[in-house]
């Protein structure tokens, strides 16, 4: 069963909860984590493709947009709005605003809900979700 983590940010600005979560993927890269960022849809998918490569001078990490299609290589981290890869559903974030498809291969999922409203009402009902499947949740409060 997995490990949920909620990362609860102070700021309600998109941007801030987008910045948060590229340093979280890059800690997860650096640990040989390749993990899958859950998105709504491929507009947001772009956005993060962007910002992975533009977030912090001198970052590198490899990443594509999934659409279903195998990706190129192993060793990369996967962005998209449908169902993760079987290899890359260990380790999820989740930026979408739904509730995880078929999480029984995932052993850990982060949640990054900002502090908007519309944000915090999603949280709060995949809190739920997760807390009536049985998961183990921590929240971490992460102030400006």
Not at 83 to 98: D, R
Request: some cysteine.
């Amino acid at each position: 069963m997995a490990e949920v983590s909620f990362y609860i940010l102070s700021s309600a600005l998109l941007q801030e909860r987008y910045l948060f979560a590229c340093k979280l993927i890059e800690k997860a890269y650096r640990n040989g984590q390749f993990c899958y960022i859950l998105t709504d849809n491929n507009a947001q998918s772009r956005l993060l493709d962007d910002l992975l490569w533009t977030f912090r001078a001198g970052s590198f990490i490899p990443h594509e947009i999934y659409t279903g299609q195998a990706p190129s290589t192993d060793k990369v981290i996967l962005i998209g709005s449908v169902k993760a890869p079987e290899h890359w559903q260990a380790l999820l974030f989740n930026l979408s605003s739904k509730y995880p498809e078929d999480i029984s291969k995932t052993k850990r999922i982060l949640e990054i809900p900002d502090n908007g409203d519309v944000t915090k009402v999603a949280a709060r009902s995949r809190y739920r979700q997760y807390q009536q499947a049985g998961m183990n949740i921590t929240t971490h409060n992460i102030n400006d």
